[in-house]
């Protein structure tokens, strides 16, 4: 069993719609929480980050996490043909070093 | 540009040729990472380095694999005998040294490699 487990699509839905992209996890250790755009061919981009149970909003983007469940989640509002990218969940714990573990990544498509 | 640089961004090989990669971090940034994404995978940790000092490395880095950071600034990764299945795309990331900024690591844009 994988670590972090990411459905990966892919997602399609209308422009507009609300998305929900969402990660579970197994190791316990992990207390740092990241989410990564990805368009093709391109390095993931930095969208959210968050260390505490409960929600985080930047504009249209809220991130999720409910260490209880092991379970975090993104949601994307009013979504938009550009979001239309491979969503990676990113983690960590809180011991040395910094390497993250991702999800597989969720493939989104926002169609006009 | 102040973001993680990377060349080349493209790299065709043939089997059994050495390969190397360079990274150029975010300036102020004192953590750099290097990882390995294949089609369909999410990016997998490599290699640590803070500031020239290498302080992890995955299981993934076979013997063929090695990567420095000589002056603590930009960053090289070689790949000897280069295999089929080294075939992939090698993230580079840099962190910054400051508070929680440290949990945040930024991505450049890739290099893809094919071994032929």
């Known amino acids: 069993q994988k670590e972090v487990e990411q459905d990966p699509g892919p997602l399609s839905v209308p422009e507009g719609a609300i998305v929900s992209l969402n990660c579970t996890y197994s190791?316990?250790?992990?207390?740092?929480f990241m989410w990564y755009r990805q368009y093709s061919r391109k390095g993931p981009e930095l969208l959210m980050y968050t260390y505490s149970s409960g929600n985080k909003e930047d504009g249209r983007f809220t991130a999720q996490v409910d260490k209880s469940s092991k379970y975090i989640s993104l949601f994307i509002r009013d979504s938009q043909p550009s979001d239309s990218a491979t969503y990676l969940c990113?983690?960590?714990?809180?011991?040395?070093?910094?390497?993250?573990?991702f999800g597989t990544g969720t493939q989104l498509k926002v169609e006009l | 540009d102040t973001g993680v640089s990377q060349n080349p961004r493209h790299k065709i090989t043939k089997r059994g040729q050495n390969v190397t990669f360079r990274c150029d971090p975010i300036?102020?940034?004192?953590?750099l990472y290097w990882y390995r994404q294949t089609l369909g995978q999410g990016p997998e940790f490599l290699t640590y380095?803070?500031?020239?000092?290498?302080?992890?490395k995955s299981r993934l880095l076979s013997d063929r694999f090695s990567a420095e950071r000589p002056k603590g600034s930009f960053s090289t990764l070689e790949i000897q005998r280069t295999e089929q299945g080294d075939s992939a795309m090698y993230l580079c990331?840099?962190?910054?040294?400051?508070?929680?900024?440290?949990?945040?690591?930024?991505f450049g844009p890739g290099t893809r490699l094919t071994v032929t």
């Open positions: 300036s102020e940034h004192n953590r």
């Open positions: 380095f803070q500031n020239e000092a290498q302080l992890e």
């Open positions: 990331a840099s962190s910054s040294p400051r508070g929680l900024s440290t949990y945040e690591q930024y």
């Open positions: 190791n316990s250790a992990f207390q740092y």
């Open positions: 990113a983690m960590k714990g809180t011991g040395g070093g910094n390497k993250l573990t």
